[in-house]
């Protein structure tokens, strides 16, 4: 079975940085697209960034642009998301996902979640 394991979230305060990981296993990692997502309470999931299969390639909403930075690790099959400058509208549940061809559209497969909370 596929599965994606997200971590690393928690409580921070605003301006501070937080790096959320997601192990992956049962596939093969690097024939993966791979991104984050999230979703804050009353809202809908929204798309946050993605990296290609090599990691040569980058995709980021606008509204996190500049302060995260996605990365990947094909030899460890993790997925990072190293968040600085948090804002509490930065607070929500974090979820990776994986995809063979584009993850911001209709991943095949998503993690449990992670939640982050960024106080003011």
């Known amino acids: 079975q596929v599965q994606l394991v997200e971590s690393g979230g928690g409580l921070v305060q605003a301006g501070g940085s937080l790096r959320l990981s997601c192990a992956a296993s049962?596939?093969?990692?690097?024939?993966?697209?791979m991104g984050w997502f999230r979703q804050a309470p009353g809202k809908e999931r929204e798309f946050v960034a993605s990296?290609?299969?090599?990691?040569?390639?980058?995709y980021y909403a606008d509204s996190v642009k500049g302060r995260f930075t996605i990365s990947r690790d094909n030899a460890k099959n993790t997925v990072y998301l190293q968040m600085n400058s948090l804002k509490p509208e930065d607070t929500a549940v974090y979820y990776c996902?994986?995809?063979?061809?584009?993850?911001?559209?209709?991943?095949?497969?998503w993690g449990q979640g992670t939640q982050v909370t960024v106080s003011s």
């Open positions: 996902a994986a995809d063979r061809v584009k993850v911001s559209t209709a991943p095949n497969y």
């Open positions: 990296i290609r299969y090599s990691g040569g390639g980058t």
């Open positions: 049962g596939l093969t990692f690097s024939s993966y697209v």
